[in-house]
């Protein structure tokens, strides 16, 4: 069905995107506080490919189509965690945004594909603006790591950060006109 996308129907999808995703997030710092008592390379490389298998399967569930979108969020979110760890040794923390940022981008790109968007443009503008405005609140957020306690983490403090993170992409993301969209 061919429709422009109601202000709505963007608020639900990217509220649900957002609360699914930071449910997933929160338990993969659970995962990480109770599992691994150091990081490890590969661990964080699943991480990745799993949270943006999560965030593939939102970005492809308003077209319809939400295995597609978890298949491309996986190799997502396996290219940006090996990014992170290629530019980690020369950004260290500074190259967890540049990963976040260049997700994002690459999520509006499937969204496009998964939509039958027409403009590539359209696409990349959504991928920057999404990346720009998440990648900062994931920034503002950051003190959950960068002060990581492991046996004092609040579990609830970090659903809320992590929603705060999610939420300006999947705003993005989901906002404005799209040609093959589905209602919730």
Same mark, same amino acid.
């Given at each position: /069905?061919?429709?422009?996308?109601?202000?709505?129907?963007?608020?639900?999808?990217?509220?649900?995107?957002?609360?699914?995703?930071?449910?997933?997030?929160?338990?993969?710092?659970?995962?990480?506080?109770?599992?691994?008592?150091?990081? &490890?390379?590969? =661990?964080?490389?699943?991480?990745? %490919?799993?949270?943006?298998?999560?965030?593939? =399967?939102?970005?492809?569930?308003?077209?319809?189509?939400?295995?597609?979108? =978890?298949a491309?969020?996986?190799?997502?979110?396996?290219?940006?965690?090996?990014?992170?760890?290629?530019?980690?040794?020369?950004?260290? $923390?500074?190259?967890?945004?540049?990963?976040?940022?260049?997700?994002?981008?690459?999520?509006?790109? &499937?969204?496009?594909?998964?939509?039958n968007?027409?403009?590539?443009?359209?696409?990349?503008?959504?991928?920057?603006?999404?990346?720009?405005?998440?990648?900062l =609140?994931?920034?503002?957020v950051?003190? /959950?790591?960068?002060?990581?306690?492991?046996?004092q983490?609040?579990? %609830?403090?970090? $659903?809320?950060?992590?929603?705060?993170?999610?939420?300006?992409? $999947?705003?993005?993301?989901?906002?404005?006109?799209?040609?093959?969209?589905?209602?919730?």
């Amino acid at each position: /069905m061919h429709h422009v996308v109601s202000a709505e129907d963007t608020v639900k999808r990217a509220l649900l995107g957002t609360l699914v995703l930071a449910a997933v997030a929160t338990t993969g710092d659970w995962i990480w506080a109770t599992f691994l008592s150091e990081h &490890v390379v590969a =661990a964080g490389l699943l991480h990745g %490919a799993l949270l943006c298998l999560a965030m593939g =399967a939102m970005i492809g569930l308003a077209p319809g189509r939400p295995a597609v979108g =978890a298949a491309a969020g996986l190799g997502i979110g396996f290219a940006a965690a090996a990014l992170y760890y290629l530019l980690a040794p020369m950004l260290r $923390f500074a190259a967890m945004i540049v990963a976040w940022f260049s997700l994002w981008v690459m999520l509006a790109v &499937v969204y496009h594909r998964l939509t039958n968007g027409t403009s590539a443009a359209l696409a990349a503008t959504r991928g920057i603006l999404a990346g720009t405005a998440s990648g900062l =609140a994931f920034y503002l957020v950051s003190g /959950m790591w960068t002060e990581w306690s492991p046996q004092q983490i609040n579990y %609830a403090d970090h $659903f809320v950060r992590w929603a705060c993170a999610f939420a300006p992409g $999947f705003a993005v993301i989901h906002g404005g006109r799209s040609r093959a969209s589905n209602a919730l």
